[in-house]
């Protein structure tokens, strides 16, 4: 039996944009999906999924890994158990995507260690399934976690990992599911003159990191999501739960490709005082919890 798991993902800057050629920083989060293969003893491919009813994408999964490695998917008994919360921007199909791939690789090959590039590959094969032109980027920062600058140039991912010596605490803001999905989002984008604008505070954003100065942090944060928002990818619901935010010394923006009929999925808020912002959040009955990002990416459980 063989037993893998792979992380979700948060967008600290760079939502549609990445999808353009624009760069953006990418950190893995404190949720997991966990991928569970042993060898099926009816001679039939076997899903049990306990985190959706919508079988739809793993099957297609299994079938484009393991044609990718001429591999029988009969063989296979898969049990699926995805703790990254569904449809709200936190990566949970990539996290999926690539524990899957990496289960499958591991069931056929169980002595070598884990091929990140084969996974990332087969990964965002399985992701253009679901989101139709997807960037790579969710892929790349479930399957190699930590922190991450990453652009897709000319079809080719290119993306260095980030080692600050600690990172800014950060709330998630649940403002909703959004009824729409991310590929239906990413053809929604009214405009292209803001995805330019949203690559150049993201440059900023990664600097700040990199040096390890958040003194512009907030600002930053509040200049991306106006520009998401001026981009028609931010439901109203969401704009005024993050106004809320702003109101309390904060800032937020939507971490996801967004949603405007109902809700916007999470945002990712921050402050230089940042229980303070919790405990007023609190007092008004804002759904958050405080988040971990920067861990570990795809590993054999």
């Known amino acids: 039996m063989i037993k893998v798991s792979a992380p979700g993902k948060v967008i600290i800057s760079g939502e549609h944009s990445v999808v353009y050629g624009q760069p953006a920083l990418l950190a893995a989060l404190d949720k997991r999906c966990w991928v569970t293969i042993k060898k099926s003893n009816s001679g039939q491919l076997k899903i049990t999924d306990k985190?959706?009813?919508?079988?739809?994408?793993?099957?297609?999964?299994?079938?484009?890994?393991?044609?990718?490695?001429?591999?029988?998917?009969?063989q296979l008994?898969?049990?699926?158990?995805?703790?990254?919360?569904?449809?709200?921007?936190?990566?949970?199909?990539?996290?999926?995507?690539?524990?899957?791939?990496?289960?499958?690789?591991?069931?056929?090959?169980?002595?070598?260690?884990?091929?990140?590039?084969?996974?990332?590959?087969?990964?965002?094969?399985?992701?253009?399934?679901?989101?139709?032109?997807?960037?790579?980027?969710?892929?790349?920062?479930?399957?190699?976690?930590?922190?991450?600058?990453?652009?897709?140039?000319?079809?080719?991912?290119?993306?260095?990992?980030?080692?600050?010596?600690?990172?800014?605490d950060f709330l998630l803001v649940n403002t909703?599911?959004?009824?729409?999905?991310?590929?239906?989002?990413?053809?929604?984008?009214?405009?292209?003159?803001?995805?330019?604008?949203?690559?150049?505070?993201?440059?900023?954003?990664?600097?700040?990191?990199?040096?390890?100065?958040?003194?512009?942090?907030?600002?930053?944060?509040?200049?991306?999501?106006?520009?998401?928002?001026?981009?028609?990818?931010?439901?109203?619901?969401a704009q005024k739960l993050i106004q809320l935010i702003e109101l309390e010394d904060g800032a937020a923006k939507i971490c996801g490709a967004g949603g405007v009929k109902r809700g916007s999925g999470f945002a990712l808020a921050y402050s230089d005082n940042l229980q303070f912002l919790a405990e007023r959040l609190k007092s008004k009955h804002v759904e958050f919890k405080k988040v971990n990002l920067g861990g570990v990416g795809v590993r054999v459980d």
């Open 51 to 74: 985190a959706t009813d919508d079988l739809r994408l793993v099957k297609l999964g299994v079938k484009e890994v393991c044609q990718a490695l001429s591999v029988d998917q009969f």
């Open 176 to 237: 909703g599911q959004p009824e729409e999905s991310t590929k239906e989002m990413v053809v929604m984008v009214n405009s292209k003159d803001n995805i330019k604008n949203i690559g150049e505070v993201t440059g900023k954003i990664i600097k700040c990191f990199k040096e390890q100065k958040f003194n512009q942090l907030k600002a930053l944060i509040t200049q991306n999501q106006r520009l998401l928002e001026k981009l028609g990818v931010v439901g109203q619901k």
């Open 77 to 168: 008994d898969i049990t699926l158990n995805n703790q990254v919360p569904i449809g709200s921007g936190l990566g949970s199909s990539a996290a999926m995507s690539v524990s899957l791939a990496a289960g499958i690789c591991q069931f056929f090959n169980p002595k070598q260690l884990l091929d990140k590039a084969l996974i990332n590959h087969l990964a965002f094969k399985i992701e253009k399934h679901q989101h139709g032109n997807p960037s790579g980027g969710d892929n790349t920062i479930c399957t190699y976690g930590g922190v991450l600058k990453f652009q897709k140039k000319k079809d080719k991912f290119q993306f260095c990992r980030i080692k600050p010596e600690q990172l800014p």
